[in-house]
């Protein structure tokens, strides 16, 4: 069985940082965030793989960072320069060899003056 737990998640300025955490359970072969903005659909962040290979959406890259520790079996995502416009509850996704993804309960960011 697979479990992921995100944390992280807050109030922050624009231009601020935060740093997101998903705590994972299980055999997980590729990590990765996305975010749902009120009203919007859900959207891919990155994903980084057991490899270590990653990918960014255009939105995010030079200032999103994902990163893996598998001794701890945890993925990260470094957020800089926030945005108002990343204002969303990011969810930490986990995908398996046998094709079903995993999803956590989903952590709010809030970038505001």
Same mark, same amino acid.
């Given at each position: +069985?697979? +479990?992921?737990?995100e944390? #992280?998640g807050g109030?922050v +300025?624009?231009?601020?940082?935060?740093?997101?955490s998903?705590?994972?359970?299980?055999?997980?072969? =590729?990590?990765g965030?996305? =975010?749902?903005a009120? #009203?919007?659909? /859900?959207?891919?962040?990155? %994903?980084?793989?057991?490899?270590?290979? !990653?990918?960014?959406?255009? *939105?995010?890259k #030079? /200032?999103?960072?994902? @990163?893996r520790?598998?001794?701890?079996?945890?993925v990260?995502?470094?957020?800089?320069?926030?945005?108002?416009e990343? !204002?969303?509850?990011?969810?930490?996704?986990?995908? %398996?060899l *046998?094709?079903?993804?995993?999803?956590?309960?989903?952590?709010l960011?809030?970038? @505001?003056s």
């Open positions: +069985q697979v +479990q992921l737990v944390s #992280g109030l +300025q624009p231009g601020g940082s935060l740093r997101l998903c705590a994972a359970s299980g055999r997980i072969f =590729r990590l965030w996305y =975010r749902q009120p #009203g919007k659909e /859900r959207e891919l962040v990155a %994903v980084i793989t057991s490899g270590g290979s !990653t990918n960014y959406a255009d *939105s995010v #030079g /200032r999103f960072t994902i @990163s520790d598998n001794a701890k079996n945890t990260y995502l470094q957020m800089n320069s926030l945005k108002p990343d !204002t969303a509850v990011y969810y930490c996704n986990g995908y %398996v *046998s094709g079903m993804n995993y999803w956590g309960k989903g952590t960011v809030t970038v @505001s």
